[in-house]
């Protein structure tokens, strides 16, 4: 069964402050996601990677950075945290093409509020 | 750009009951897999059901099924005999075929099923 783990679940911090998220997979899946969900939106992409040091911008990737630093792991940088960016993030990866049913396994979310 | 749009927001029935969620989608692409992902009461995103655009067949997975309406741009999912604990979110989704595995979400229905 693929496996996708975030830290932390849950996040506080304050306007202006640094937010590291972290992703790991062990699906040995060459890409991987950043979502965040708010209510009335679903689920809309930050950044996306299809591998160690490769990134893909998203539709919504102001205010955010991101690096993926090996095929495991995906983080979600915020270096000057906003209220607007208070919401539920989720990292998901997937398989290639070749072969696997290229479907998204998601983890289990962080939830960030910035005060 | 790729886009995917879910007008319902909400839908009630009974259980045992057929439901049918509506999705919509806008791609440049001749090539695109479309998938809908179910969110339970506990946050956990999982994958349900894909269609590929040049397969004319719809699919189905258990009592999920598609509605493909490829000139409509359409993809809905029937869910038949509904069950309690179908309540959930429901997300449509697209990924261009053109290699580039991004993969975009609707806002999502939420689904409750009463007994």
């Known amino acids: 069964e693929a496996a996708v783990t975030q830290s932390p679940r849950n996040k506080v911090t304050v306007t202006g402050g640094n937010v590291t998220l972290s992703c790991r997979q062990t699906?040995?899946?060459?890409?991987m996601y950043w979502y965040r969900q708010d209510t009335g939106h679903g689920l809309r992409l930050i950044h996306y990677?299809?591998?160690?040091?490769n990134l893909q911008i998203g539709d919504v990737p102001d205010g955010y950075k991101a690096t993926r630093t090996t095929q495991e792991d995906f983080f979600l940088l915020l270096e000057l945290a906003s209220p607007s960016q208070t919401s539920l993030y989720f990292c998901?990866?997937?398989?290639?093409w070749g072969g696997g049913q290229n479907t998204l396994y998601f983890g289990a979310g962080t939830r960030l509020s910035v005060l | 750009a790729q886009k995917v749009t879910q007008t319902q927001t909400s839908i009630s029935v009974m259980e045992k009951t057929t439901v049918t969620m509506d999705c919509v989608y806008e791609?440049?692409?001749?090539?695109?897999?479309l998938f809908w992902y179910k969110q339970t009461a506990s946050g956990e995103i999982v994958f349900l059901i894909r269609?590929?655009?040049?397969?004319?067949e719809n699919a189905t997975v258990g009592h999920y099924s598609l509605n493909f309406q490829k000139p409509k741009s359409s993809i809905g999912l029937i869910i038949t005999a509904t069950q309690i604990e179908d309540s959930a979110v429901y997300f449509c989704?697209?990924?261009?075929?053109?290699?580039?595995?991004?993969?975009?979400f609707g806002s999502g229905t939420r689904l409750l099923v009463s007994p």
């Open positions: 998901a990866s997937s398989d290639d």
């Open positions: 791609t440049q692409d001749s090539s695109y897999f």
């Open positions: 269609q590929d655009s040049y397969k004319k």
């Open positions: 989704a697209m990924r261009e075929g053109g290699g580039g595995y991004k993969v975009v």
């Open positions: 699906n040995s899946h060459n890409y």
């Open positions: 990677s299809y591998g160690a040091g």
